[in-house]
C-alpha cells in the first residue's frame, strides 16, 4: 500500500513565508532597539500533547482507523526582547492507525515526529505598574511574569515512520503557526497551554512547564542620593556622667539580603540559629525586627521590601520557638542607609535587618 501526505500548494508556502517575514522582521527590529537593557534569558521545557493526525489514504485501498494520538515535546528558547523569543522544539506526536477499506481490519501505525524553530510574539500581558510599585507598566513583559498570549511562526520538519505500512514522505521543510497562554511565576518557572497546526497532516494541544535561567530584570537607574550634610562632633561634658545601668549583653547580628530579595541566605539562617539561642537564654527579651533597602526603586516599594524582609527574620525566629509576641516588625525602607548608596558594596550593606533590644 502507498500512503501520502498532505503536499500545501505553492500558493500557500510562499504566502505564508511572506507573513511570516512581514511579521517577524519589524518585530525584531524594533524589539532590540527600544529595549532597555532587557534581561536576556535561556530556557529549557517539556509538555505533554494530544494530536490529530490525518495521512492521505485517498485511492489506496486503506482508510485511517484511528486519527487521534498522545505525544510528548522538548523545549529549547532564548527570549530577545520584551515581545519577542526565538524557540527550537523536538516534538513527537504520537501514532496515526491505518486499517483495510474492505476489511476493516487494522494493518498498521504511522509514527509522526516533528523538529523545528519558531519565533515566540507576546501580544499580551496582565501585570501593570501597580504590581511593580516605582517600575514602567510593561515591567511584566521584561520579566515574563503574570499571564500572557503569544502566538508561534517557524519552520520545521514532519518526519513520519512505520514498521508495517509503506508511505511517501515529503522531506522539503514546511511552515508551523501557533497561539497559546502562558503564566509565569517570579521564580522562573511558567505554565503554557498551546494550539499548534504543524501542517496539513498534523495538529496538537499541548500543556507544559518552562524553566527561565537568570535574573528577570535589571535594576532601575536611580539618582544618586543628596551629600550627607557633616555633622561637628560635640564636646564631651566636663562633668562626668554617671555609668548607664548594665543591661543584658547580647550579640545579635546584622543580615545581609541580594538585590530585590527578602529570601534568607545560608549565612543569615546560621545567624538566626544565634539569636533563637540567645533569646532562649534570656526570655525576658523582646527585639525590634528592623528592615532596610538600598536606594534603588521608589519609597513605597522599599517600604514594602523592607517589611518583608523584617518579616522573613522574624518568621525564622518564630520557626525556631520564639514566641511572636516578642517580636516587633518594623520597615525604614531606604530612609536609614549606613553606606554609600552609589556603589555596589553600599548598596550591600544597605539591604540588612537589623536587632534592637526593646528596652521597658
Not at 123 to 142: Q, V
Request: net charge negative.
Amino acid at each position: 500500500m502507498n500512503i501520502r501526505h498532505h503536499k500545501p500548494c505553492l500558493q500557500r508556502l510562499v504566502l505564508s513565508s511572506c507573513i511570516a517575514a512581514s511579521i517577524a522582521t519589524p518585530l525584531l527590529a524594533a524589539e532590540m532597539a527600544a529595549a532597555r537593557d532587557f534581561p536576556q534569558r535561556l530556557y529549557l521545557g517539556g509538555g505533554l500533547s494530544a494530536s490529530t493526525l490525518e495521512p492521505d489514504t485517498r485511492d489506496t485501498g486503506f482508510i485511517q482507523d484511528d486519527d487521534s494520538s498522545t505525544g510528548a515535546t522538548l523545549t529549547l528558547g532564548f527570549d530577545l526582547s520584551k515581545r519577542l523569543s526565538v524557540e527550537g522544539f523536538y516534538s513527537r506526536l504520537g501514532e496515526a492507525g491505518i486499517a483495510d477499506e474492505t476489511s476493516r481490519s487494522h494493518a498498521g501505525e504511522i509514527d509522526y515526529k516533528y523538529g523545528g524553530v519558531s519565533a515566540i510574539g507576546y501580544l499580551f500581558n496582565s501585570r501593570s505598574g501597580s504590581d511593580y510599585p516605582g517600575y514602567p507598566d510593561d515591567e511584566g513583559y521584561y520579566r515574563r511574569e503574570g499571564l500572557s498570549f503569544f502566538g508561534r511562526i517557524g519552520i520545521g520538519k514532519l518526519d513520519t515512520s512505520s514498521a508495517n505500512i509503506i508511505h511517501r514522505q515529503r522531506k522539503d521543510w514546511d511552515l508551523h503557526l501557533g497561539a497559546g497562554l502562558e503564566y509565569g511565576w517570579s521564580n522562573g518557572f511558567a505554565a503554557r497551554i498551546e494550539f499548534i497546526s504543524f501542517d496539513e497532516d498534523a495538529k496538537a494541544f499541548s500543556i507544559g512547564l518552562i524553566k527561565r535561567f537568570g535574573r528577570s530584570h535589571t535594576p532601575r537607574t536611580s539618582k544618586a542620593p543628596a551629600p550627607v550634610a557633616a555633622v561637628t562632633p560635640t564636646m564631651p561634658p566636663l562633668t562626668p556622667e554617671p555609668p548607664p545601668a548594665p543591661t543584658t549583653s547580647l550579640t545579635l547580628p546584622t543580615i545581609l539580603f541580594e538585590f530585590d530579595r527578602y529570601e534568607l541566605s545560608a549565612a543569615a539562617e546560621q545567624k538566626l540559629d544565634h539569636v533563637a539561642a540567645e533569646l532562649k537564654a534570656h526570655q525576658d527579651i523582646e527585639l525590634r525586627v528592623h528592615g532596610h533597602t538600598d536606594a534603588e526603586g521608589s519609597e513605597r516599594y522599599n517600604q514594602a521590601l523592607g517589611l518583608k524582609r523584617a518579616n522573613a527574620a522574624a518568621n525564622a525566629l518564630i520557626d525556631r520557638g520564639i514566641n511572636a509576641q516578642r517580636l516587633e516588625r518594623i520597615s525604614h525602607g531606604k530612609q536609614h542607609p549606613i553606606a554609600d548608596n552609589t556603589t555596589a558594596a553600599g548598596r550591600q550593606l544597605n539591604r540588612r535587618v537589623e536587632f534592637e533590644i526593646k528596652e521597658e
